[in-house]
C-alpha cells in the first residue's frame, strides 16, 4: 500500500490510525533518508499509544523503551543507524522485550527481519526526495527548491500476523481525509510469499 501525505499534520493522523492496529509483539521497520520523518512518525506513534518520556531521535542511545501510561503495550524506540551488522543488533537483546512491546527500528532494513518474520516494512519518502532527479534533468538550482511536507509511505506487511490486518489498515487509512492510497491489492505478502524470499541460499 502506497499512502500519498500532504502535511506532517497528515502524517500525525496517519500514525494514530495506524496505532489502533498495532499490538504487543509488532516490529515496524522504518526506511527513509535523514529528514524523511521517521522520527516524527515514531513521536505520533507513541502519542497515539499513550507512551511515557519524550520520544527523540536514538541515535547514540541506540534503543529506548517508553512504558505505556495506559496499561498498553510499552514502545520500544531503536535506531540502527550506527550499526555495522545484525550481530550488533542481536547484542542489544530486544528478543526479551519483542513479545510484549511495539518496536519500531529506524535504519532497520536489512538487519531487523532477523528479529520477526512477522513485521511492517514502512518506508518513508519527501516528494522532494523524489523530484530530485527531474530536477536535476531541467537544470534547477537549489536555491529554487521550497521545502515541502509532502511524503510518500509505502507499507507491506510480511507474515502470517499481518495478512488479517492489512485490509483493515487499508480501509481505515482509505477513510482519511485529503489522504490517496495506491494500491491497496500489494498492501501485505503472504507468508508462503515470505518464506520463499529466503529460499535463494
Do not use: C
Not at 492489512?166 to 489522504?179: E, H, I, W, Y
Amino acid at each position: 500500500m502506497r499512502v500519498h501525505l500532504e502535511s506532517l499534520e497528515q502524517m500525525r493522523t496517519f500514525a494514530a490510525v495506524l496505532a489502533d492496529h498495532l499490538r504487543a509483539g509488532d516490529l515496524l521497520i522504518l526506511t527513509g533518508n535523514l529528514g524523511a520523518g521517521k522520527t516524527t512518525f515514531t513521536q505520533s506513534l507513541g502519542r497515539a499509544l499513550d507512551v511515557a518520556g519524550r520520544i527523540t531521535s536514538p541515535t547514540f542511545v541506540i534503543a529506548r523503551e517508553h512504558p505505556s501510561r495506559s496499561g498498553g503495550p510499552a514502545l520500544v524506540h531503536v535506531d540502527a543507524y550506527r550499526l555495522a551488522d545484525g550481530e550488533e543488533l542481536e547484542d542489544l537483546d530486544l528478543d526479551s522485550e519483542l513479545d510484549e512491546s511495539i518496536t519500531v527500528v529506524e535504519w532497520g532494513a536489512g538487519l531487523a527481519e532477523q528479529l520477526s518474520s512477522d513485521h511492517l516494512d514502512i518506508t518513508i519518502t519527501p516528494v522532494w526526495d523524489e523530484a530530485v532527479e527531474s530536477n536535476d534533468s531541467v537544470g534547477m538550482d537549489d536555491e529554487d527548491e521550497v521545502e515541502d511536507e509532502r511524503r510518500t509511505v509505502d507499507l507491506v506487511g510480511r507474515g502470517d500476523a499481518w495478512i488479517d490486518r492489512m485490509p483493515q489498515v487499508v480501509a481505515a487509512v482509505s477513510v482519511l481525509a485529503g489522504v490517496r492510497v495506491d494500491d491497496p491489492a500489494s498492501a501485505d505478502l503472504s507468508a508462503e510469499d515470505s518464506a520463499n524470499e529466503g529460499d535463494e541460499s
